[in-house]
């Protein structure tokens, strides 16, 4: 089986898969960029799922644009799977028109209340002037929109909050040392 994301360490010849396992991977083999700072942990996991529901009733818009830029195969098994779950065939996954508008006001709104989680503290990221995976968390997901979302949908999302979605992605970007 094929799953993303992956991660393949050359410093240690470690092959991870899943985003959680990455992450716990990356805190022990790399302590002096914590990415779990302060014991967050456990309410970096409790953070990841309650931004996961925050979307998840739009979730077939993202579904379906990415199921237009992957591979034959993969998009035959990624339609097959996401069909399967959302009970329905991809074509009505997110029609033009008031579904559409409606998936696209989710989405307004999750990333609405991000920003009232960001502007809780003073400093670019959720911890402050303390980067985390809390952090990553978020960029994961600007990053999947960017790659699936129409170029001008995508400008659209980034600019939202005077740009803060793009320049955080950026910034995340930076701080990972552009992986």
Known sequence: MYTLPVLSDPNTDALI?????????????????PIFPNESKGLILAFDTTVSNLGRAAV?????????ILRE???????????ASLRKKISEFSPEGPERDEHWAIVEGAMDTLK?????????????DVFSYADIIIA??????????HGDEWE?????????????LADVEKECNGV
Do not use: C, N
Not at 60 to 68: E, Q, V
Not at 117 to 122: A, P, R
Not at 140 to 149: E, G, H, N, T, Y
């Open 17 to 33: 898969t899943d985003s959680w396992e990455i992450a716990e991977y990356l805190e022990r083999t790399y302590p002096e960029k």
């Open 60 to 68: 077939a818009f993202p579904f379906l644009r990415a199921s237009r």
């Open 73 to 83: 195969r993969s998009a035959e098994y990624f339609i097959t799977t996401r069909e």
């Open 156 to 168: 659209k999302v980034a600019s939202w909050h005077d740009g803060r979605w793009g320049k955080l």
């Open 116 to 128: 009232q989680w960001y502007d809780k503290e003073e400093g670019k990221w959720l911890m402050g």
């Open 140 to 149: 994961s997901r600007l990053f999947w929109f960017k790659r699936i979302l």
